[in-house]
């Protein structure tokens, strides 16, 4: 993992979640044609999914099941007594906070090779059965807010590790990862802030 910039600068991150992109886009590529991928239409080039006013990227679990299934499911996730729920905003460091809970776990000083942390993504899961076969204690990722965690884990006060950033410099960091991906219309600031932040509605007007 890499990080570069400043404090209160947009960061580049190489790390094991590229995998996750990767399956997205072949599911796009079979689900779009490359016409409607070039689209100059903002929301249909990429329609991103609202859910209890939340927006999430639509990627395959949700697609295929549908949000008020797919997240009825994350609530009803039967985890482990051991297992950990990283839950950050996105952009706030959650590569590094990860790592550095592996490391606590296993007392040693080297990056985590035996499970990529958007394997364990909690609103992206599409092999729960896989899941189940990994040795604990299992690290979970999500931004998924406090009320949709699984109930379970939060009835037993089972941990959670929370993890936020200044919220202006999350946004212009998120905005430019944005920026580039394929399928994603290139939007103006104006755009992205007023409709179009991923996770959460964080801006209302007086």
């Not at 910039?5 to 990767?22: D, L």
């Not at 697609?63 to 950990?84: M, Q, S, V, W």
Request: glycine share 6%; charged share 25%; with cysteine.
């Amino acid at each position: 993992m890499s990080r570069r910039g400043s404090i209160g600068s947009a960061k580049n991150c190489k790390s094991t979640g590229v995998g996750s992109e990767i399956n997205t886009l072949t599911y796009w590529q079979k689900t779009m044609d490359a016409k409607s991928l070039k689209t100059e239409e903002p929301r249909t080039a990429y329609p991103y999914i609202t859910y209890k006013g939340s927006t999430y990227p639509p990627k395959p679990p949700i697609l295929e099941k549908g949000p008020e299934k797919h997240f009825a499911d994350i609530r009803n996730y039967d985890t482990r007594d051991n297992d950990i729920l990283l839950c950050s905003s996105q952009k706030s460091g959650t590569h590094w906070v990860h790592e550095l809970i592996s490391m606590l776990l296993t007392q040693k000083t080297e990056y985590n090779s035996h499970g990529p942390m958007w394997e364990l993504n909690l609103e992206y899961l599409r092999q729960p059965e896989e899941v189940e076969k990994l040795a604990g204690p299992r690290i979970f990722t999500t931004h998924l807010p406090f009320s949709m965690l699984p109930r379970k884990h939060v009835e037993n006060r089972n941990k959670i590790v929370y993890l936020n950033r200044n919220l202006k410099d999350r946004s212009v960091s998120l905005y430019h990862f944005l920026q580039g991906k394929i399928g994603v219309p290139v939007w103006t600031w104006a755009e992205y802030f007023e409709q179009n932040v991923l996770h959460g509605k964080y801006f209302v007007e007086d």
